[in-house]
């Protein structure tokens, strides 16, 4: 079945799958992995080692039913460190969801390069200060707003912010890997 994979099945069975839906201020999310030191691991060698193979296999065995689920949504990648891009040669949250072949606009932007993992809960809080939107077009479009890793939703929470003052026709929002927060501590494995 999974002949032509960029990941094998024993490198897979390591990732924590959740699969799990979740409310970001009364929109629709999901998250497929629990951010554990796996997911740490792999997605230091993808952003830290330039290694861009790692791409194709974080949404490898979701590929097709996301892209099912998502079909008719333009996907709004959330922005990192133009510096952090320059250096690496590519964005990382792009090449991940790429993957997916949906359609895709870059236009929420950093006004400082601030690094998020760099930041304590109350400076991510004030993510919204440096996050802009272009002047784009986005009404009657279904966005799908990615990121790969939730924390705090700060960064979803100032994208959403943005994208709704262009009226799309419907928000929703899609991660990679979700931090345990308090809510999560009773859901079991």
Not at 21 to 27: E, H, L, P, R, T
Not at 76 to 81: E, G, H, Y
Not at 160 to 184: A, Y
Request: aromatic residues 12%.
């Amino acid at each position: 079945m999974f002949k032509n994979t960029s990941i094998c099945h024993r490198c897979f069975s390591r990732f924590k799958v959740q699969l799990k839906s979740f409310d970001v201020d009364g929109y629709k999310a999901l998250f497929l992995f629990d951010y554990d030191q796996t997911v740490q691991e792999l997605l230091y060698q993808f952003k830290g080692c330039f290694d861009i193979e790692l791409s194709q296999a974080f949404l490898e065995y979701f590929r097709v039913y996301l892209k099912l689920k998502y079909s008719g949504f333009t996907i709004i990648p959330a922005p990192s460190s133009k510096e952090a891009d320059e250096k690496r040669g590519f964005n990382h949250v792009v090449e991940i969801f790429s993957t997916l072949k949906l359609p895709m606009l870059r236009c929420v932007y950093k006004t400082k390069d601030v690094k998020q993992a760099d930041l304590n809960a109350k400076e991510r809080k004030e993510v919204s200060k440096i996050l802009k939107i272009d002047d784009v077009n986005l009404s009657k479009k279904r966005i799908l707003i990615v990121d790969d890793v939730y924390t705090t939703g700060s960064t979803i929470r100032s994208m959403i912010n943005l994208v709704k003052t262009k009226n799309p026709k419907e928000i929703q929002v899609l991660v990679m890997s979700k931090t345990m927060d308090l809510n999560d501590q009773n859901r079991p494995n």
